[in-house]
């Protein structure tokens, strides 16, 4: 049986879900050195490519974002964007996951994995018709 929510509380969650992303990636856009105090990196050098790619990071999260924005405007017709927004959450989460024991990162990271996973579940769930959306 499928779970009904209103579309209000869809929004809310959904907005819940985005802020980190418009935050964290307005961040990187402006201030990339920021959230390296964070890491466990000792002798990085924080060259022009690294700038470069941080900032792509941050203009993609904001893109992120807005897609969100845009499916929370009528969520019944973008369930295909929730699929694939679902699997990009998944992918980012394990790829935090994996720079923690791949390149030694903060074990801070792993908070983000753990809102990725559940957001992404959320969107699974609701692009799986598991969870309908009515006015």
């Known amino acids: 049986m499928a779970k009904r929510i209103w579309l209000s509380k869809f929004r809310f969650y959904l907005r819940l879900g985005s802020i980190p992303f418009i935050v964290i990636g307005l961040t990187l856009v402006f201030y990339p ?9 000792s002798d990085f050098n924080f060259n022009t490519y690294t700038q470069f790619f941080l900032r792509l990071l941050g203009i993609l999260l ?11 405007s009528d969520p019944n017709s973008h369930r295909d964007l929730a699929f694939f927004q679902s699997i990009l959450l998944f992918f980012i989460g394990f790829l935090f996951l994996l720079s923690i024991f791949i390149w030694k990162f903060s074990l801070y ?3 983000i994995f753990v809102y990725t996973l559940i957001f992404g579940f959320f969107l699974l769930a609701f692009s799986s018709k598991n969870l309908l959306v009515r006015d």
């Open 62 to 72: 904001v893109y992120i974002y807005l897609t969100f924005e845009y499916m929370g």
């Open 33 to 41: 050195k920021v959230f390296f105090k964070y890491f466990d990196i």
């Open 109 to 111: 990271l792993i908070i």
